[in-house]
């Protein structure tokens, strides 16, 4: 009888592309195994998948060729297996009828410059371990990415929605998706942005057919599970969202959009996190249809290392001196294991970062309860500079009040390159010295419980290196590799200049747990 395929397409050869075989075994599958163009035994240069949708046509008119195929075909993959699903959605295979994509991005631009800033410690570490998977192809895609730091076409075949606001066009391809898609993400992953983005977007512009079918998985950790140490409580529920996506995979893939594994989850399921210093709030799954409807909560910075929810009644602003030569790092963060130059993955206490003299800190008394956030974090701060060009960085913590010291745990952080501080598509003219700009930061998503008795700390620099590279203040492009100069930069905190973090808070009862998100054999610690 003829079979269904599941095809997998990765550049690390049999690492990942085994996967497939672990599918097929069970679900009477074809697997479909293809080293990506340029690495290991394909030919063709590696080009950062600009080419993976031709290719991703011309693999799946290939295999339903095949005397023993039945037509349709279905695919698996994690991370850069994942970005190569994303370019077959551009191809608008007739083939495709299902797809589980995990720890991927389908948008490269802004996955290699965030809000305008480069992420340098994810592309020149990952690019640099892949020389031998790509014969030595992957240093120079390096300098490709520092010479389009401009949104342009050389993006193209990278992005598989330009804006998903606007479906109709033709730069979004998301409407062209005639199948169901399991999306597994991870609040600290490397890609949780653009992934989180990406189901915004099948959900907002997909056909119709198959728009109520998709489903999200939102686990703690998604790369940083690769990395050591691991909390084992993050690492069991991380286990619990792949097992459950693999038994989910095979409904779906059969047939079956209402199967037992659907019919325990929802549509959207997410892990709410709690007390990464020790506490035992949170830290369960939860399963609807969608995410809450957050309530936005204001917090504003003040004088003396103040953050409270009434706005300022007096004019206050503060300074600090940021030097390229001696940038304030990044502890902690979206990082990828073992490849970067960042040590921790993930959350990690902020204290010594904190204490430099180029950070403001700001921070609220103890938390009379629990405090449940979920959805999009964000800052509006107002900044000045003597400097043609610089970043505003803002981190959010979880501070736990010890014995022995407090510990300042990061729950999530921003930037926002301020001569990007327009568009993509061209840069912003340089800042005028000692205006004062209005700057909102996108600081991203997350599901967290910060306990009764914490303090929650916000705190706002122009740097956190190697994880976006440090900014010149030149307003010189990546690539020029300019001299740095020093900038003296100012947060404003006043009436008419109210800089504040915004909370997506949530009441309890919205976000109650599933505790039948996984089987009881399916925690695998």
């Known amino acids: 009888a003829k079979k269904p395929a599941c095809v997998v397409r990765s550049p690390y050869g049999p690492t990942t592309e085994n996967m497939a075989d672990i599918f097929t075994a069970t679900n009477n599958f074809v697997a479909v195994l293809q080293d990506q163009r340029g690495t290991f035994g394909s030919g063709g240069d590696f080009d950062m998948w600009r080419g993976a949708s031709v290719d991703a ?9 095949q005397n023993w195929s039945d037509g349709t075909i279905f695919t698996a993959g994690a991370s850069a297996d994942g970005i190569a699903e994303f370019a077959a959605v551009l191809a608008n295979p007739p083939q495709l009828r299902g797809q589980w994509i995990m720890w991927s991005t389908g948008d490269g631009h802004e996955l290699s410059y965030q809000n305008g800033a480069y992420r340098q410690d994810l592309i020149e570490g990952y690019m640099s371990t892949m020389t031998d998977e790509t014969h ?4 120079a895609v390096i300098d490709e990415v520092k010479n389009h730091e401009t949104y342009s076409d050389w993006w193209a075949n990278l992005t598989a929605c330009r804006d998903f606001s606007k479906p109709e066009e033709s730069d979004c391809h998301y409407k062209q998706v005639k199948w169901p898609i399991l999306m597994l993400v991870g609040w600290w992953d490397i890609f949780q942005k653009t992934h989180l983005e990406a189901w915004t977007g099948i959900r907002v512009a997909s056909d119709p057919s198959h728009r109520e079918d998709h489903v999200l998985i939102v686990a703690p950790l998604g790369h940083c599970l690769l990395g050591t140490p691991v909390h084992p409580v993050l690492a069991g529920a991380e286990a619990q969202s792949l097992v459950t996506s693999v038994e989910l995979m095979g409904e779906q893939w059969g047939g079956n959009l209402t199967g037992p594994t659907r019919t325990r989850i929802g549509r959207v399921n997410y892990f709410v996190m709690g007390g990464y210093a020790g506490s035992t709030t949170g830290n369960y799954w939860v399963s ?7 309530t936005p909560k204001t917090l504003y910075m003040h004088g003396n290392k103040v953050l409270k929810d009434t706005a300022p009644t007096v004019a206050n602003a503060e300074g600090y001196a940021y030097d390229p030569a001696d940038p304030t790092p990044m502890l902690g963060g979206n990082n990828l294991p073992d490849v970067g130059k960042i040590k921790a993955c993930g959350t990690a206490d902020q204290g010594d970062r904190d204490s430099r003299s180029d950070v403001l800190v700001y921070e609220t008394g103890a938390l009379a309860e629990d405090l449940p956030v979920v ?10 500079s003597d400097a043609k060009d610089s970043d505003v960085v803002v981190t959010v913590s979880d501070v736990a009040p010890g014995l022995f010291g407090s510990k300042a745990m990061l729950v999530r952080y921003g930037v926002q390159r301020l001569r990007w501080r327009d568009t993509d598509t061209k840069q912003s003219p340089p800042l005028v010295k000692d205006q004062v700009y209005e700057v909102d930061i996108d600081l ?6 910060f306990p009764k008795g914490h ?11 190697p994880f976006w590279g440090a900014n010149t203040n030149t307003g010189e492009p990546v690539v020029a590799n300019a001299t740095g100069v020093k900038a003296n930069n100012k947060l404003h905190l006043a009436p008419e200049y109210p800089s504040q973090l915004v909370l997506p808070v949530v009441d309890m009862k919205d976000i109650p747990e599933n505790p039948n998100f996984a089987k009881a054999k399916s925690v695998l610690v």
Do not use: C, E, M
């Not at 046509?57 to 060729?65: A, K, L, N, Q, Y």
């Not at 609807?288 to 957050?294: L, M, S, W």
């Not at 959805?375 to 000045?384: E, T």
């Not at 991203?444 to 419980?449: D, E, G, M, P, Q």
């Open 455 to 465: 303090h929650i700390r916000v705190t706002v620099a122009s740097a956190a290196t």
């Open 375 to 384: 959805g999009r974090f964000s800052a509006k701060v107002f900044f000045s």
């Open 57 to 65: 046509r011309d693999t799946f008119d290939w295999v339903s060729g």
């Open 444 to 449: 991203l998503t997350s599901a967290y419980i």
């Open 136 to 139: 030595n192809r992957s240093l």
């Open 288 to 294: 609807a249809d969608d995410f809450p409807t957050p």
